[in-house]
Structure formats: structure tokens, C-alpha cells
């Protein structure tokens, strides 16, 4: 089965030190993975996404991501955190499964909190 | 870029009624639209699949008849909860694939409150 795993429920971080919120996956065949935000009442914000290519994805907000097809990992990162950064974030992967526009399959979110 | 515009934002109705979602797609034509629900702290749960012009195709332990959802244009797909309970209080959030390899796009959400 296709799945996501995120296995911090929450990271601490504080200002100006870099962060690293850890996702790995299990799909068959090559993933399309992605990393979304979410914050307070808000739909999804995107970060961004590996398809194929480097294996060091740049995004959104100073964001970045390093896909590691030998670990299975796409972790999230971004040298200098910001208080503004707290937020919920999800790592996804592309059902493909499903054939044509394959739902997307979210970890269990985790909750990045920023201290000044 | 592709935007889906999502109504309403928040919502308070008493147990019994229904309660319609919409979901818009503003500059593209969605074919299809995933419609999520996302408990407090928690992940977004998968309910269905809209597509155009079809029935809609619903997960696992989904009640069909509860969740309404339609999708009769290529840019517009609603979500009714009928005959809403307490317990169907919770964020919904729908969702629609861009074109193939480019991603999605989000709505921002609802909150569904039933009191």
C-alpha cells in the first residue's frame, strides 16, 4: 500500500536556527511527492514538489526539500527559521494507483512551532 | 495561477438541516475535485471523488447518502451534508488536480459547525 509517514506530531525550532521537518514515503514505482501548509483555518498552501530531476527541490518561503530515493525520504528544510513559519505542514504523495488524476495521499501533518 | 474559490468559510446550522459547499474553479476547468475532511489536529481524510459528469466515488465507510456531492460543470462541484449532526462538525476542504505532473490546488476550506 501507498503511504506517507510523518513521524514528528511536532518540531520546536527557534528563530534564525534552521529546520527540518522529516517525511518518508512508500509508493510503487517513482513518487511524486509535495509539501503543503496549512495555517489556522485555512486551506493548503503550497511548498513544493519533486516529479523528477534534482534531488534537491527549491519552494516556496525559503523552503526546500531533498529527495532521497535510497532512504525514501523527502524532508522538508529551510536554513533560518522564522516565527511566521509556525504552521501545520504536510508531506503527500500521488496515489498511483489510481490511473489519470490520482488523489493525493497526506501524512498525519506536523506542527512546526517557531520560538522568538 | 489556478485558483479554487471555496464557500462558505465557516457555517452554523442546527442538527437536522443540510448544508451545501461549494467549491469553484475560477480560471481553469476542473474535471475532477477531491473533497477532503480534516478532523482538529489531525490529517485530511479523503471522502470522495467528483468528476464531471459522473457519479462521484466515495471511500470506504463514507455514507453516500449523507454527503452529497455533484459536479455537474467543469467548474463548479458541491459537497452537501444532509441532515447534519454534531458529529459532522469539522474542517472540509476541497481540492482539484492541475494538469498532469503541475500539482493541485486547494480551497480554503469550511468550517462546518452543528449545534
Known amino acids: 500500500a501507498q503511504s506517507v509517514a510523518q513521524p514528528e506530531d511536532q518540531v520546536n525550532v527557534a528563530e534564525g536556527n534552521p529546520l527540518t521537518v522529516k517525511c518518508t514515503y512508500s509508493v510503487s514505482g517513482n513518487p511524486y511527492l509535495f509539501w503543503y501548509v496549512q495555517y489556522p483555518n485555512r486551506g493548503l498552501q503550497f511548498l513544493l514538489k519533486?516529479?523528477?530531476?534534482?534531488?534537491l527541490v527549491k519552494g516556496s518561503y525559503g523552503f526546500e526539500a531533498e529527495f532521497n530515493k535510497s532512504q525514501t525520504s523527502f524532508h522538508l528544510k529551510k536554513p533560518s527559521a522564522l516565527v511566521s513559519d509556525s504552521a501545520l505542514y504536510f508531506c503527500?504523495?500521488?496515489?498511483?494507483?489510481?490511473?489519470?488524476?490520482?488523489?493525493?495521499?497526506f501524512g498525519a501533518g506536523t506542527r512546526l512551532a517557531v520560538h522568538p | 495561477g489556478a485558483v479554487v474559490s471555496q464557500h462558505p468559510s465557516r457555517v452554523i446550522c442546527k442538527s437536522g438541516t443540510s448544508v451545501k459547499i461549494e467549491c469553484r474553479s475560477l480560471d481553469f476547468q476542473a474535471t475532477t475535485m477531491f473533497w477532503y475532511r480534516q478532523f482538529p489536529k489531525q490529517s485530511l481524510m479523503l471522502m470522495a471523488t467528483s468528476n464531471e459528469g459522473s457519479k462521484a466515488t466515495y471511500e470506504q465507510g463514507v455514507e453516500k447518502d449523507k454527503f452529497l456531492i455533484n459536479h455537474a460543470s467543469l467548474t463548479l462541484s458541491t459537497l452537501t451534508v444532509t441532515s447534519a449532526h454534531p458529529e459532522d462538525s469539522s474542517f472540509y476542504i476541497c481540492s482539484a488536480p492541475l494538469s498532469f505532473g503541475s500539482g493541485y490546488t486547494f480551497g480554503s476550506g469550511t468550517r462546518l459547525t452543528v449545534v
Open positions: 503527500a504523495v500521488r496515489d498511483m494507483t489510481s490511473g489519470g488524476y490520482n488523489k493525493l495521499i
Open positions: 519533486y516529479i523528477t530531476g534534482d534531488n
